[in-house]
């Protein structure tokens, strides 16, 4: 919407008596109506021209936008012969890709025109600016040339000459480049030879920065703050790659001006002019700044990458300095990594996040006899546990001290209306997570519970990169504040024997957690769980441990841990699962079985895996079974012809005669 200081009524009379002639108006009040769109067709009126308060205004309703360019083009009325001294309030509203015959058409009421041309004088677009007044901000807009003829707002065009090209051309001496167009302008009344790139701090990459290459010297003029420090420090990198790049590049440090903040040179020329200073004198202290100015190493900066440039990150092995691996609970929990439970629902894994949780809140020593925790805090993330009816009397009936321990269900905002919404949280969401370990300063745990629900809605669980772009930043954070996490995890419909493969989704929650644990009810005796360890990238392995989950007077579930260590491996555990029967340490005497009639079975050279499935199955070996078998003899399958089939070989046989006799197969 457009807002001038005119004489008014003689202009709103004007259009009134003009668009009549264009067709039906529709009087609003004594002095408003509404007038057709002509220049799109229109068949209703839908502009509506309303002279209020000495001003004149003109809206289209199709779009709310400000139909005066319009109305004065269409009537071929001038802004100029309407205007007293005062300028426009308001700059034009971009209408699109309407075509204007005139930039001033298309810029109307601008204070300035700023014009890119090439070096032959072919414009190649205009920025216009409207300064500032008491009733709107400073306002820039661009117009470009429209295909075939005339003008239209917008700034598709690439490699813009630099302005003032043609002028910095015919001069061969130092070239200074402003950070805006006055800027330069006031510096070439003073004489200087001074260019801008288009768009302001940070925007010199549409520039065609070609014509520097080669200059005796160029010196950066940038404004007093930090985008303009950020924009001299990508201009003199481009400028450092240019072929040849300039003899000299200079660049003036604004803070040792006696600037303002934010200010910029036409800030220092227009201070000496109202204090007095003739153009003469300024012309000297401007010189002597550019002068002084400090030399840039051009050759450190051709190796500097550019804003923007991806470079690889490289860091010598001898500059890291070694650090010991610090646990929370020794061998199993680590601080400053990510820990993952695995396991299927209703085994008891918020049973253990909330014994773990209550033994930090109170230091009490771990399960396995390991020194007692370090007492902290604890933020658990729980989506599936209702806080009052279930985690709640859990802690509780772990002894824990509640008041060590918080939740976090969400997150909350404040909207437009000033009211407070809840909303879930994501790890997408991670400085959340910062602030509420901000608000924890001795949080030693932080349990997410199940992770499936805090990856986010456009996350595909499945797919690796999704999952390490949500969870490598909680890894960093967590290094970071030297705080565990542990996220726990379910595990997939069909399961093999492979533990560490069971956990839902991507591959990615298992590698990027360091520690990775399995929780079982076990086989045959469901009363009885198992925690059974998987990957460990930090240390020993150890041996699993096993509980009970027990009622207290209050009906409150809580854990009795076992004082023995649990032999069975969680590869073991998953396959007795998968067998439907049997399991852990009862499975060993089918697998030993099996394991002896696979060494005989071999005991004479190589076999094709092909057979070995094939006897096996005549021997009523399940397929299980004859892995756990393979495993515990260190069969490793070979492939000695590409193509051709996979062997199994005992370890210690020659296996190299498989490639010219083939194997001695009984």
Known sequence: MSNYTLDAPRLWHHIRNGMTEHGKIIPRGQNGFKCLAVWRGDRNPSVDVDLKD???????????????????????????????????????????????????????????????????????????????????????????????????FGNSAKNIPLYRLGDMLNDPGTVVITEGERKADLLRELGFNAVTTIGGAGKYGRSDLTPLAGRECVCIWPDHDDAGKLHADGLCAALAKLTPPPRRIQRIDPATLDLPTKGDAADLIMAHRQAGLEDNAITVQVEAIIRNAPVVDVAALATTPAPGQIMPQLISMADVEAMPVKWLWPERI????????????????SFVTCNLAARISTGTAWPDGAAAAEV????????????????????????????????MPGTIITNEAGEVVERCFTLQQIGVLEQALDSLPECRLVIIDPIGSYTGGDVDSHRDNEVRSVLAPLAKLAQARGVAVLIVAHTRKGTGNYADGNALGSVGFVGIART???????????????????????????????????????KRGNLRWEADPVSTTAGEAYAAQNMGGGGGERARPERDKAAGWLRDLLANGPMQSKDVFAAAHEHGIAKNTLDRAKEELQINPYHPQVPGPWWWCLPGLDTQHTQQDGPNVP
Request: charged fraction near 25%; hydrophobic fraction near 35%.
């Open 334 to 349: 680590a601080y400053g990594c990510i820990t993952l439970l695995v396991g299927q629902p209703g085994c008891g894994k």
């Open 376 to 407: 902290g805090d604890v933020l658990l993330i729980a989506a599936e546990d209702d806080a009052g009816m279930t985690i709640k009397p859990r802690l509780e009936a772990h002894n824990a001290d509640c008041r060590r321990i918080t939740i």
């Open 516 to 554: 990775v644990w399995h929780l079982f009810k076990e086989a045959g005796n469901p009363e009885r769980r198992l925690l059974l360890p998987g990957k460990n990238n930090l240390g020993r392995e150890c041996l699993g441990l096993a509980f009970g989950i027990e009622t207290d007077h209050l």
């Open 54 to 152: 000495g001003t004149v205004l003109a809206i289209d309703r199709l779009d709310n936008s400000d139909a005066m360019p319009h109305l004065l083009q269409l009537l071929g009325l001038k802004m100029s012969d309407y205007r007293t001294d005062q300028a426009p309030t308001h700059a034009p509203t971009k209408a699109g890709k309407q075509t204007y015959p005139t930039p001033e058409a298309a810029l109307l009421g601008a204070d300035h025109l700023f014009r890119y041309m090439t070096a032959d004088g072919r414009p190649v677009c205009i920025v216009g600016r409207y300064d500032a007044t008491a009733n709107s901000k400073k306002k820039i807009l661009q117009i470009e040339p429209a295909p075939g003829s005339g003008w239209r």
